[in-house]
């Protein structure tokens, strides 16, 4: 059974890290790009970071771009990304996703149940 | 930055056509997926490189993309099909990954 499941999600406090992570199960894991993706509560998708199949590459968007990492253990088909200096706009649900390609152009073909981060005082 | 731009809602009938638009600087010359959200529900590719339909997608969902218009059909609208709806692209100036702002589609 293909499946995604993330966790590490919760309350923290401004400034503060968080680790997320996506469990691969039922696919490939290391031949895919893969991706978060976020969704603020009551708004749409926002992609966030993508990795490519290897590690090699990885890009950001520019709202997260020197705060969020964004990394994989293909021995342990797992996906993470690492959050630093939380702000109360990081607030939201986060996907991981599955890239149809192996560098990650392609679309998100399996998606995760999500994780909820809450960055607040 | 590369700008997608979808209407915000579209109201259509059971049985009718609903047609859903994705506007984007030549995005003609881009691949543009979709996909579905529905409420409290992680969202699900059911369009890819424009016209393509994944395995157990409807044949009643359908693609297109030309100039500056990429559009997503549903045929045969059906309850079931009330949702979310947000086109996406590959940015490869910036390498971002964007998605428009989503269309709420509801059936009458």
């Known amino acids: 059974q293909v499946q995604l499941v993330e966790s590490g999600g919760g309350v923290v406090q401004p400034g503060r890290s968080l680790r997320l992570s996506c469990a691969a199960s039922g696919i490939t894991f290391s031949s895919y790009a893969m991706h978060w993706v976020r969704q603020a509560p009551g708004k749409g998708l926002e992609w966030v970071a993508v990795?490519?199949?290897?590690?090699?590459?990885?890009y950001y968007a520019d709202s997260v771009k020197g705060r969020f990492t964004i990394s994989r253990d293909n021995s342990k088909n797992t996906l993470y990304g690492q959050m630093n200096s939380l702000r109360i706009e990081d607030t939201a649900v986060y996907y991981c996703a599955k890239d149809r390609s192996d560098a990650g152009y392609s679309a998100f073909d399996i998606w995760g149940q999500g994780t909820m981060v809450i960055v607040s005082s | 930055s590369y700008v997608l731009t979808q209407s915000p809602s579209v109201s259509v009938a059971p049985g009718q056509t609903a047609t859903i638009t994705c506007g984007g600087n030549n995005i003609g010359r881009r691949s543009a997926h979709w996909y579905q959200q529905k409420p409290g529900q992680a969202p699900v590719l059911v369009v890819y490189t424009d016209s393509e339909r994944p395995s157990g997608i409807p044949e009643r969902f359908s693609g297109s993309n030309s100039g500056n218009t990429a559009t997503l059909t549903i045929s045969r609208v059906e309850a079931g099909d009330e949702a979310d709806y947000y086109c996406?692209?590959?940015?490869?100036?910036?390498?971002?990954?964007?998605f428009g702002g989503g269309t709420k589609l509801t059936v009458l």
């Open positions: 996406q692209v590959w940015d490869g100036d910036s390498d971002h990954r964007v």
């Open positions: 990795i490519s199949y290897d590690g090699d590459k990885k």
